[in-house]
Nanobody, 121 residues
Framework: QVRLVESGGGLVQAGGSLGLSCQAS????????MGWYRQAPGKQRELVAT???????NYADSVKGRCTISIESAKNTVYLQMNSLKPEDTAVYYC???????????????WGQGTLVTVSS
């Protein structure tokens, strides 16, 4: 079993900063990529940022220049540092990972339970 556990959500004022982290645990053979998605009330889940195990990153246009994603492979952990937060960044943020578990060695997609980020104006 593979599990993703997020932490770091909360309430922040507009213009402030917040950091999220997500650790993968369990029977992991290989992590191919990790990332963050978010879902605001009444909206579809959308990409925030992703990073491969080699360090290649991809950001949504809406967060470019304001967010930084990083990965600490030794800890199976991905981080998202968010700066200059806006009220429209308010959403539940979900950790996502493409992981090959020990049982199959074939990559699967996993999701965390989500952590709420609220940006007040």
């Amino acid at each position: 079993q593979v599990r993703l556990v997020e932490s770091g959500g909360g309430l922040v004022q507009a213009g402030g900063s917040l950091g999220l982290s997500c650790q993968a645990s369990g029977s992991i053979f290989r992590i191919n990529a990790m990332g963050w998605y978010r879902q605001a009330p009444g909206k579809q889940r959308e990409l925030v940022a992703t990073i491969t195990s080699a360090g290649s990153t991809n950001y949504a246009d809406s967060v470019k220049g304001r967010c930084t994603i990083s990965i600490e492979s030794a800890k199976n952990t991905v981080y998202l540092q968010m700066n200059s937060l806006k009220p429209e960044d308010t959403a539940v943020y979900y950790c996502n990972a493409i992981i090959a578990p020990m049982q199959t060695s074939y990559p699967h997609q996993y999701w965390g339970q989500g952590t709420l980020v609220t940006v007040s104006s």
